[in-house]
Each structure stands twice: as C-alpha cells, then as structure tokens.
C-alpha cells in the first residue's frame, strides 16, 4: 500500500466525490464497441468450412476480451483514489497486510472455540466418564457374572451298526405232543404177584406221546443291528460366562477401561487442575471455564 500524499490534481480531485460518478471521457480515438456486431463480410458463413468459422469467432472473442481489459486499465490510470486503494506492485508491504489480517481471524476464531470448549469441557467429562465408561465397566462386570441359560432342541437320525450280545433265559411250560419217528425200546419195570419183572416195551415209529414241559431255556448268542434311529429331545443349558473363554475377553476390557475411569474422577470442576490454582493462572481458567 502506498500511503504518500497525493499533490496537485489529485487533492482536487479528492474534494469531490462524485467525480467518479461522473462519465468518463471518451478518447479521442473512436474505439470499436463490445457490443458492436462485425460486419457481414467479415464473419463466414457456417455452410464455409467449419474451422475457418470456429477460428473467426475465437478472434473475436479474443479481440473483444482484449478490448474489455484495455478500457479496465486506460479507467485504472484515470482515477487516482482506484490507484490509491489498489495494489500498486509493492509486493512485501501487500503480504504482510494480508497475512496479518489473516492471522488476527483465525487468532480469533481459536479463542472464541477454546472458551467455548472450556465452558463445556466439564459437562462433557462428565458425560464420557460416568455415561459412557464407568457405564460400560459396570455392564462388563454383570455380563462375566451371567449364566446362560437355555434349552436346546435335538432333532437327528443315528445310525447304529454293531453285534450286541444277548444273554437271558426262556422259561416253557406248556403241554405238548411229539410223535416217534422210528421204533423206540422203552425199558420198564412192573409187579407181577408182588414181584417186580422188568420188562422191554417197544413203541412202533408214529406212535403219539403227550409231554407235559415245564423247562427254562438258557439263550447266549450276538445279534447284528444296523439300522437309523431318529432322536428328539430337548436339552436344557446352564452355561456360567466366567467359565468360558468369554472371561478373558471381558477382563481385558475391564483393565483398558481402568485408566480412563481415574482420568474420570480426578477432575471434576477448574480447582481441581493445579495450573488453575496459581494466583497468575486463575483469572485464565475463569476466563476459559467459566467462574465456579
């Protein structure tokens, strides 16, 4: 920024406002309009080669933004108050203008966020230490104390393929009938004038005997089994969490939550925070936090 005196016309020129409301001369040399339309010889019909016309339009674009920017700087030149308040090709001053412009909001911008911060910090501390982590510790704790208790229901199909042995008795009691399948002596005994004979009684083949058994039969033998046995069933659980691997899992977080439930209870209001009890820091923390 340039700040030395302006002399001669200049000041006259400062003593009235309403100079750069006025119209500006024209120069002496007739300029073409922006608004001017180019004369129908010299724009090329579109039914020419297309690049030939691109490249015409272009020109005129080009010319006409040429133009623009030698009026800006011809008005530039004429007004000294625009001269006074623009950049003037003093780089360093410029710079360090701007940068502490620059510096002093965003100065401003930290401190009005740190006391805003501040003013809160507590409610905030508060709500994280005793909603969210001493919170969680406490579900941590009764969740490794739980049980899980459930029923389970069994549905599936065993197969069952082995010899079983069988060992019991039969017991028979019963009449019965048997025929002889061949001619069978019977040796016998009878009194003849109170003398005992024996004698030899031959039964012919076919001759019908009636037996009147009463027996227990002895059985000991394997019997093969192979077959699908479906099985239903419902099975209760009582599972104890702090008897499973669960328990490590759960003690691991109780032990990284242990530091941030002291950070919790150690800092409750500003004279809890030795930098705010110095009588040279107290009037900052106030400032910061608020008065308690």
């Not at 002093?104 to 003013?119: D, K, Q, W, Y």
């Not at 005992?196 to 009636?210: F, R, W």
Request: proline content about 10%; glycine content about 4%.
């Amino acid at each position: 920024m340039d700040n030395t005196k302006p002399t001669g016309p200049e000041t006259e020129f400062e003593h009235k406002p309403d100079a750069l409301l006025e119209p500006l001369p024209e120069p002496a040399t007739a300029e073409p309009s922006l608004d001017a339309e180019p004369p129908v010889d010299a724009v090329p019909s579109p039914e020419a080669e297309p690049g030939v016309y691109v490249n015409e339009k272009v020109r005129q674009a080009y010319d006409r933004v040429k133009m623009w920017f030698a009026q800006v700087k011809e008005y530039y030149h004429r007004s000294p108050r625009l001269q006074k308040v623009s950049y003037q090709g003093k780089f360093l001053p410029a710079f360090w203008t701007i940068t502490a412009i620059f510096s002093l909001l965003v100065n401003i911008l930290l401190i009005a966020t740190l006391v805003s911060f501040g003013r809160h910090f507590f409610e905030l501390k508060a709500l994280f230490s005793d909603s969210l982590v001493n919170g969680l510790s406490n579900n941590l704790a009764l969740m490794d104390k739980a049980h899980i208790v459930t029923t389970v229901p069994v549905e599936t199909t065993v197969h069952l393929q082995d010899n079983l042995p069988v060992v019991f008795d039969v017991p028979l009691k019963q009449n019965s009938q048997v025929v002889l399948t061949q001619d069978t002596v019977v040796d016998a005994t009878t009194y003849i004038n109170m003398a005992l004979v024996p004698l030899e009684v031959t039964l012919p083949a076919g001759t019908p005997l009636q037996l009147n058994l009463d027996m227990t039969i002895p059985v000991s033998q394997s019997v093969p089994v192979d077959l699908n046995v479906p099985v239903s069933l419902l099975v209760p659980l009582d599972l104890a969490i702090d008897q499973t691997d669960l328990h490590q899992s759960i003690i691991g977080l109780q032990s990284t939550l242990e530091p941030y439930k002291v950070l919790g209870s150690e800092f409750n209001s500003p004279k809890d925070i030795p930098f705010c009890t110095q009588w040279w820091s107290g009037w900052l923390c106030n400032v910061v936090f608020g008065k308690p």
